[in-house]
């Protein structure tokens, strides 16, 4: 019902005026994540400190870390089932509630924040064994890796490969026309990135050095699968996929096998057979 009211709302207003609306949408979780009874033994095992106004938790012995970024409306604490695995494999998972999420005050920040916090985390940790990012988390993660934060593997799940992506994303689901997504474009470059018209290919994906698995679903309604093939071509030789069918957007983040081979990728004992990969989602040759 409320996005049906937004959508008629916005329809009605000249493309500048909704441009900016729009962006005060864009920009807002609108809802914080709950913790949910499956996650609640994990959360409350955690060691909780401040990071810069940010919540942080860490699990563990502090050896070997490994760190869990979540994506847009979520929490930590949906990394639950990966940080039980990961512990009983000696590993120290460490995550942290984005602003404007979980049980961070803070407003909702930028790729850069999420930098900041994955740099502070990093030097406080040490380099990382491990990544895994679900989501909106991917680009942050791939940002922060590529201005130097040192990780051995990477493991993407559901993540977007194009800046711009989550604006069209926004517009279509809002059914807003070419006119209000490039004044949507304007708006947050102004008003978030001090007028930067490079942020789209600044921070969409490119090639990376770190060895990444990046895993996605035939049937997510959050993150097309489209994005999938894009993501593995920009990032270079040394990405793999893996693809799962029928879990969607969420239910990916709990499925056992996906936890298996992700945990199993940062081991470097995954299973994982992609020499198809370039036929199955045409990246060509």
Known sequence: MIVEVVRASLKVLPPRVAGRVAFELWRRPMARGKVRTAERAVHDAASVQMVDGVVTYAWGDGERPVLLVHGWRSRASRFYAFVERLLELGYSPVSYD????????????????????????????????????????????????????????????????????????????????????????????????????????????????????????????????????????????????????????????????????????IQDQHSIQDSDVAERLDLGA
């Not at 930098?115 to 993660?141: C, N």
Request: charged share 25%; with cysteine.
């Open 98 to 265: 984005a602003p404007g999420h979980g049980d961070t005050q803070l407003k909702a920040g930028t790729i850069l924040d999420h930098q900041r916090i994955i740099k502070r985390l990093a030097d406080r940790y040490g380099a990382f064994e491990g990544v895994i990012a679900h989501s909106l988390g991917v680009p942050f993660v791939l940002y922060a890796l590529r201005e130097g934060v040192q990780a051995r593997r990477v493991v993407t799940i559901s993540g977007p490969a194009e800046f711009g992506y989550l604006v069209d994303a926004f517009c279509r689901e809002l059914e807003l026309g070419p006119k209000v997504n490039a004044e949507l474009r304007k708006a947050i470059e102004r008003g978030l990135f001090d007028g930067d018209e490079t942020i789209w290919a600044k921070y969409s994906v490119s090639e990376g050095a770190t060895e990444l698995l990046a895993i996605h679903n035939d049937e997510d309604d959050v993150v097309d699968p489209s994005q999938a093939p894009i993501l593995l071509k920009r990032y270079g030789a040394k990405a793999h996929f893996l693809q799962t069918n029928g879990l969607g957007h969420r239910g990916i983040m709990v499925d056992p096998e996906v936890i298996t081979e992700a945990v199993a990728y």
